[in-house]
């Protein structure tokens, strides 16, 4: 196979580079984010280098029985982290990435290969680099050793380059899967649902190492270990000189394999007939002969039309909802609990009521203006009001959202040690809050409406509620939430502080909740409504 | 109640000090096809919008359909528009934009899948009726928009350079729906830099630069009235008049 050119190669890297700090750099929130990922940066760094010190110490120190046998598990855990960084980043979102066409109408798919694999490896050496550098002579400097602090330094350098190459041949080659089957295809949104509660499941149940260590077991017997070997051959810790240049020597055979298999890769995707996902919809499993004539029987026909569309839209893009399940992180540590202790905390079927109220408000209502897209200069065109627009996504969403509150505090609520009457509080707080939060939304995402698309993963943008929607709607129905939350898991030692029956407390806190809840929403479907039919472009 | 099918009177959008259309004095009547011209960026696009009462002039005033556009609910009664961009949502079928949109509008069920049928057959795509508009190319999106925008039978139709991105066959039969559309009395508003559609159809033509109407006449009197002395195309008036314009 032929070499790529080099100029092409830098000229690409560098233009990929250029336009990705400019994107960065014009995000505000991905700025707000860089300087929080610079602190943990910072304290990576000084963890490195205060860990390196204690190695090299109990290196040279022989204070270590086994010193080979930890560098070879490093070894694998060096090449593993940029394989996998690498491999998503890649399968995400590098494999088809802007310009594209034009890129390989004018170089060969190889440079832009070698290009796209440079840009990737001075990524990940400048977002990784110095802490590795810092903690590579750190080692040394434990030990005493420059040639140690050298040679850690080689051994690292060259397996993080086979990490990023290998990482990259991987992404290309998943690329190739995703975009060749049929199954893949056609599956593609239940299979990321399926892997994404499967990584959630493992994180939240503390089990991720029980898949990564079988990985690094057998990446730290294969010849990766040999860079071990390499690092520590200064050292006195019995490393095997023939490993060490096997290592050494085997680095460039090794990546210059491994790039010949990513672009060989990246051109079977790039040039490749893609397999396609369902484009048709026969009439049968159309919701217009089915589901809406029972479920929506009886609204105004632009109400109808509006929470048909609605559904229509959330089932076929089932990914733009996701950030309905954000909140669902903060409960991980609380479902935990109860998976563990085999009994639900008296406070989870409260948070349960007020996420399935935030969900089935957030779900349709809290972008309802800017989510029409490139449709809404047609859609106030048409004689739709504000309120049957509105009604038609709320009912979309308690149609649900609803049902599916009640049942899930309700369950949660008579498995918990909650007592009867609170029990039943909380079932009334999940069956009437979710349309006051559906109301609250309309109001809070009329108010700070967003017409942009927005990344929601690397490979897939989508219009989603602003910021500042998704912040107003969750503080202020937190804030309504919290007398039914408290007079719920708190009754008691509230009742003893006020002096009132406990029982009082829950249902007051409740009442209150729901008044406060109604009054925000009233005002807030009454601007929503406003912004609609007053809607100008 | 005016007359006319669309009415301006000294119609005026300004963003900041920047002049988008200047003392527009338009009078369409019913039944015709108004080609609506201009260099990129002259104003065309912000005329349309705020005849579709998407946007509201700075000062001026104008009717469509007889109803002033202040007055959205019944304005909107009256138009279909068609963007530039095909408004349409991409995770959806072909059919279920048009039921979504006619249900909008509130059209009977059954008369909208008759509507939707016949028009869709009319216009190739009774074939990919069910498919999604995602997987469907510029020129089909191109058709579905169009119609989206005259589903509802309206009787002033506005669009936005409706034969972009269409084969001469669909871009036939466009204009002969537009054709069809003004021998059923409806108004046509079509603004394009397709000279050639419009020399075909337009009952008269405007020129719009720089936010002002520098010409405005019959296709065949605009042609005569060029300065080469002979009778040119449209295209020869269209550069002639902006390049006065231009130079004054």
Known sequence: MALPDPRHVRDIAETELRRRWRSTRDNRVQVAALALVSVFYLLAAGIGVVGGLAAGRALSAGDVETPLRYARYGAAAALVFPAFIIGFRTAARLGSFDALDGLLTTVPHRDLAGGLLAAEGIWFAVSFGLPAILAALAVGFGAGSPALAATVLLALGAIALLGVTAGFALGFAARNVMARSEFVARHRTALGALLFVGYMALVGSGNINTVLQPVLEAVRASPVGWFADLALFPADVAAVPALAAAALVGTPILGAALFGASAWLAGRYWYGDHARGPTGETRSRRFVGGLDIHVFDGLPRPTAAVARKSWLRAIRAPIKLVYVAYPLFFLVGYLSQAFEAGEVPVGLPPLLALYGAWATGAAFTLNPLGDEGAVMPVTVTTPVTGRQFLSGLLVAGLVVGTPLSVLVAGVAAALSDLGAAAAAVTVAVALFLPPLAAGLAAGAGSLFPKFETSNITRSREAIVPSLYAFALYSLVLGLAWLPAGLGTMAADPLGDAIGVDPLAVTVGGAALTLLAGAAVALVATRHAVGRFDGFRL | ?248
């Open chain 2, 1 to 248: 109640m005016s007359s006319q099918a669309i009415e301006t009177a000294a119609l005026t959008k300004r963003y900041g000090d920047t002049v988008a259309v200047e003392n527009l004095e338009l009078w369409i009547p019913q039944g015709s096809v108004y080609g609506f011209l201009g260099p990129n960026g002259a104003g065309k696009t912000t005329t349309m919008r705020m005849l579709t009462t998407l946007i509201e002039p700075t000062s001026g005033s104008a009717t469509v359909a007889g109803h002033s556009i202040e007055n959205r609910n019944e304005v909107v009664e009256h138009i279909g528009y068609l963007p530039e961009e095909p408004p349409l949502h991409e995770e959806l079928t072909g059919r279920e934009q048009m039921e979504y949109i006619a249900g909008l509008r509130d059209i009977p069920d059954d008369e909208a899948a008759a509507r939707i049928d016949d028009l869709f057959e009319r216009f190739d795509l009774d074939e990919d009726a069910d498919k999604r508009i995602s997987a469907y190319s510029k020129g089909m999106k191109q058709k579905a928009g169009i119609v989206q925008a005259i589903l509802h039978e309206p009787s002033v139709v506005f669009l936005d350079e409706p034969t972009s991105g269409l084969d001469p066959r669909a871009a036939r039969t466009v204009r002969d729906t537009i054709s069809s559309l003004a021998e059923e009395d409806a108004t046509v508003f079509l603004s394009t830099h397709i000279l050639p559609v419009v020399d075909e159809l337009a009952d008269r033509v405007g020129v719009l630069y720089d936010g002002s109407l520098v010409t405005e006449g019959a296709p065949e009197d605009l042609k005569t009235r060029a300065e080469t002395g002979e009778e040119g195309t449209l295209e020869d008036v269209f550069l002639e008049v902006t390049r006065e314009v231009g130079e004054v």
